[in-house]
């Protein structure tokens, strides 16, 4: 049956349904969400069309370089972790140990692992624990202490349906009213400002530097919370992703000591985003919690009070598990009554996907040496650890030799978020599209390539800078030279 | 290492942190959801304790009737739903069919759905679309065409984790200021009127006529729309929750078209939360989408304009895998730009877990008649169907029998609400704990006899009434007994 509906509106008459795009809630429509915006949308035609056989696209193959979606390109994912998962799924598989190890090539750990887990969560079908299934938590608890060499408690810990859920969750409680401020990385990957429009809610943007790697400036910090502070804006928290989101890059210690610094100074709750802490080519990765830890034996007192929130997931890293939305988060030093709150929230949901509850507990615990299943585990993340920075390489190189396009040299996350100095010709055509010019660089990129990439302006850049990231996960070349030959021609066409 | 906090507080310094129980957003402060609250907690405490081999306590298992969790009590998965998902995770099992087949008794048909569904999704680890899987919402939107004659669009679609993720998203859309309100049932499961309050909106209570076995009154539906009216509340949706929850009773199609007369001339937009949809003991279900089209056509015009949303779940039914957070939402009637707009919201959290995604397909497409795996689905199917049934009316019955305690017989869903009448002396008692009459009772019930039940008052009920919700999955007769005997002791306790 075909319904028909008017299309003529006036400003008194709306037409004839409750909700329309001028009603409803302004805070929704407000957010902003480039890596799944048009230009995504876009790229899924291109693949639909491809996929039914069309031949008239200037490609033959869609390249999703602006989501981090490890498994939806080159990365198999890890053995040992899917072998559990699926006894976990059909426990009848544990009723024939012969056939699973003969057949399937399952070792008796993978075994062994599924029926602890199954001892504590019964089924994958029922729901948990609110805060997540206490055995996960107790690993994720030892996970934190070997990598940080101090305690966690798993009281203090709450599983969650991917990072971006426990970054939900918190801004939601902290962000008390419309004059509530987070200060947060420019550029930064969306999610935040997305969520603290939602929250009706101020971003407090503060710029990395990107001469110096993206490096977080302090003073930049310090001048941005003393403007909002001016204005009226009660500044909370600060943000802080590292390894960097679209940057890829990596905080130093001596960084992490000035940020938890201004936090402990202003009173700041600190949000750590550590959903890439695996992803470091340079350096290695501290964590937020082990600075504060190490800071508070240093100097008895002065961090005692600082209030810190540190996120991680399974979703990047060699783990690259997005579509199994798994994650937590560590509060630590949050006020008890604080925390039962931020449990009733959480509660209302009820609890996060159990069997990615299951996939964190792989994550953090996964098998050691000496164990049957270990040899193959790390020969995987090897692998994929190897070819990520590989490829990080190869288009690094690649960004070098185009013309007007600068790269910060690869650190880590999965991300290059080179800027591109576009000819005077290109911006005017770009705003008589009504675009930004980032923005109409990548859809012409997309229209002639195939690559999905995401424009600067979707994470903020500093005013008359233009960017985009691209992720490093696809395999091969060819689509680094289609990126090359179209900048080519971009370039030589708006001359 | 051990950090101190000072515990002393004044109105002017309250305490060192930057965040406290008295300056966190005071949406979530005013958030209840009784259904994880006090009693839950405790009860998980008790739980602990007997695991843990404590005998001090005057039961020896507890019962977790507080909340529809049906396969963390006696529920078995359905076999073919987790055989498919088990090579989803591990699709190196496909590999080996002949092993599969003679070593775990998998059928062909099960090998066939995972290699359909891999095709589409790539991965369970993959991100997919984020109004979920192409393939999965054509499966949803073939299920619902054949269960309501009616046809369905795929693009209408929205996959969710679990009802309440797409309850939450919708409530997000429609509440645009704090004068914003939404018709609730009273009693009503409690995401409702707690989402609401995170979003600062209002909850416009109609009560339900528990003498009707809780059946939709129109006119309490109208006296509450006026009132909230002319206190200038925007009333802009809906809820209607069928079969119900936690009354469980069962609407009529004439109880559904007055609601939707009601909808059509008030202009609201429908939320049908129909997640026990297949739990429906008398009579038959019918959605509002097939009332609606079928209104649509017999009386052209007057429900054209008509916004529905309709929800269903994986958590419930005889599937019962509420663990697995899967779900999805149908648009009917909505402007194409408030869709956009729903779209942008829910791929802020990227999408949906994709493993529950896939068992929403399955539940929707499950094996058919002469495919090899029908005839066990059919029979586990039905198993628990029938079982279902013979315990709600084993309870009734036991209810039936005790003093000062009244229920309306099992229409549908996982649970009794029973009224109880309590002696005042008892009243008397709960007041000089600070506590409500029903949530007095439900304590001293768990604290007697580790069976965990919520208070009417988590739910809402008329004023001067008292009740309780009790699923009826919890397997066994003794559990009842505990009920019956703790009720006489308490009845005699105050009389």
């Known amino acids: 049956m075909t319904v028909t509906y008017t299309t003529k509106r006036t400003a008194s008459d709306l037409g004839p349904r ?10 929704v429509k407000e957010a902003k969400y480039a890596v799944r915006g048009e230009l995504a949308v876009k790229a899924e035609e291109y693949r639909v069309r491809l996929a039914k056989g069309d031949k008239s696209l200037p490609f033959d193959s869609v ?13 198999k994912p890890i053995t040992f972790f899917r072998q559990v998962l699926s006894l976990l799924e059909n426990p009848a ?38 805060q997540g299934a206490p055995l996960i938590r107790e690993s994720v608890a030892k996970f934190i202490e070997e990598r940080d060499g101090f305690s966690a408690n798993p009281q203090d810990l709450y599983l969650c349906a991917g990072a971006s859920s426990g970054v939900s969750t918190l801004l939601n409680v902290i962000c ?11 550029p930064q990957y969306p999610l935040y400002t997305a969520t603290l429009s939602l929250l009706n809610a101020q971003c407090v943007p503060y710029y990395l530097e990107e001469e110096r790697a993206w490096g977080t400036d302090v003073e930049a910090i310090r001048q941005s919370l003393a403007r909002a502070k001016a204005e ?5 928290a600060i943000v802080v992703i590292n390894p960097g989101n679209p940057t ?21 709750v600190v949000i750590a985003d550590e959903v890439y802490q695996t992803n470091v080519f340079v350096g290695e990765f501290t964590s937020f919690k082990k600075r504060l830890r190490q800071l508070q034996q240093e100097v008895p007192g002065k961090y005692d009070h600082v209030e810190l929130a540190s996120l991680h997931s399974v979703s990047k890293g060699m783990v690259g598990e997005c579509g199994h939305r798994g994650g937590y988060f560590e509060l630590v030093g949050f006020d ?10 959480v509660s209302i949901m009820l609890c996060p996907p159990v069997i990615g509850q299951c996939l964190v507990e792989l994550m953090v615990n996964p098998p050691k040496k000496g164990e049957p299943s270990y040899e193959l585990y790390e020969k995987e993340y090897n692998g994929i650890r190897d070819g990520l920075h590989k490829r990080a390489l190869a288009l690094y190189e690649a960004f070098k030799q185009m013309e007007g396009v600068e790269c ?9 978020f080179p800027s591109i100095t576009m000819p005077p010709k290109a911006i005017e055509a770009a705003a008589a599209e009504g675009r930004q010019p980032d923005e109409f660089y990548c859809l012409r990129l997309l229209d002639a390539t195939g690559v999905c990439v995401v424009p600067g302006s979707g994470f903020g850049q500093k005013e008359n800078t233009l960017h985009f990231r691209t992720t490093f996960l696809a395999p091969g070349t060819d689509w680094v030279e289609r990126i090359v030959k179209f900048h080519a021609e971009f370039m030589a066409k708006y001359q």
Chains 1, 2 share one sequence.
């Open 336 to 345: 008890p009554l604080v925390a039962a709150q931020i449990y009733k929230f």
């Open 93 to 130: 598989l544990l009723e024939k140990p012969e056939a699973l190890r003969s057949s399937f090539g399952y070792n008796q750990d993978a075994l062994d692992r599924a029926k602890k887990l199954l001892a504590d969560i019964q089924s994958v079908g029922a729901y948990s624990h609110s």
């Open 176 to 186: 008390h009213a419309p004059h509530a401020g987070v200060l947060v990385p420019i």
């Open 248 to 268: 890829g890059a990596s905080l130093s210690p001596e960084d992490i000591k000035s940020v938890l610094d201004i936090a402990a100074a202003e009173k700041l």
């Open 18 to 27: 409750r909700l329309h795009a001028d009603n409803i809630n302004p805070n």
């Open 408 to 416: 910060q040299e690869p650190q880590g996350a999965m991300y290059l």
């Open 63 to 75: 390249i999703f370089a602006n989501i981090g979606n490890p498994q939806q390109l080159d990365q």
């Open 232 to 236: 009226g804006t009660d500044v909370r």
